[in-house]
């Protein structure tokens, strides 16, 4: 059912892509972070954004990360970081925070670009599973493309290596972690504030240990969802929710995703 219900998106996505070559007219675009995926807009002179995502995924399991985006102090340089907690019946705490860098290559009417890099802190328990005991870094690619006046596309590509990871448990072996994701998101821009979203994010983590034996874990999550600008002076607040759910090696795994956004300036730019 899940499935036939993302295929009827995609026909309407492309019945709707047709109609909007035949009659276009000028509409806002929000341009803020997706759920799942990183939209490539650095954040503006003077703004700063306050990002909260609290995800459900069966079975009773939590994860709510929080990030904030600060320009420096123009757009073309942006630092954020981000803070993840976990939940489950028999643990819960803090993940491995991430310290972000991200540069504005790219920035028009048509086309944004904005290459990340990240160090990731070990500062979860990995004993408990919610960390992997060493420092890492990341890497990523966000490129986002307006294909009309009511679609938006967004596309990522990055690369995760933690050296020296500890595997769950005290007596874990140390591990070599590399970590490959891509994902594509489409956008429909219904009205000014209104947006209806598919995202589809493609994970492959390669484990190798000190014995030399490796090890693949994959996972593919389509996420349909919804998000909504109000906005409130200076202040715009996007609040959306999305049903992510797993194909292919992810079959069966389901949940829900709350995302609220809160964007304002920080300081009066002068002109």
């Not at 994970?203 to 409130?232: C, H, M, W």
């Amino acid at each position: 059912m899940k499935h036939r219900r993302a295929i009827y998106f995609y026909f309407v996505c492309i019945f709707s892509f047709i109609a909007d070559n035949l009659y276009s007219e000028e509409i806002r675009r929000i341009e803020d972070n997706s759920f799942m995926l990183e939209e490539a807009y650095n954040q503006e002179e003077g703004v700063v954004q306050h990002i909260s995502g609290l995800q459900y995924q069966n079975p009773g399991k939590w994860n709510y990360t929080f990030t904030q985006e600060w320009p420096v102090p123009g757009q073309t340089h942006q630092l954020s970081y981000s803070i993840p907690l976990f939940f489950e019946p028999q643990s819960a705490g803090i993940m491995d925070i991430m310290l972000n860098y991200r540069f504005q290559a790219i920035r028009n009417d048509t086309v944004a670009f904005s290459p990340r890099f990240s160090v990731i802190l070990p500062t979860g328990n990995y004993i408990d599973g919610r960390g992997d005991g060493a420092f890492g870094v990341q890497a990523g690619l966000p490129l986002s493309l307006v294909l009309g006046s009511r679609w938006v596309t967004h596309f990522n590509l990055g690369v995760t290596y933690i050296p020296h990871a500890f595997a769950v448990g005290n007596n874990g072996p140390l591990e070599d972690k590399t970590g490959l994701n891509f994902g594509a998101s489409v956008i429909f821009i219904a009205t000014d504030n209104l947006n209806f979203m598919l995202e589809s994010v493609v994970q492959t983590n390669l484990v190798k240990t000190q014995a030399g034996e490796v090890a693949f874990e994959n996972s593919v999550i389509l996420n349909p969802g919804i998000r909504y600008a109000i906005d409130i002076g200076e202040l715009q607040i996007v609040p959306g929710i999305s049903v992510p759910f797993g194909i292919g090696p992810s079959w069966g795994e389901y949940g829900v995703f709350i995302y609220l956004s809160f964007e304002h300036p920080m300081f009066k730019v002068a002109k």
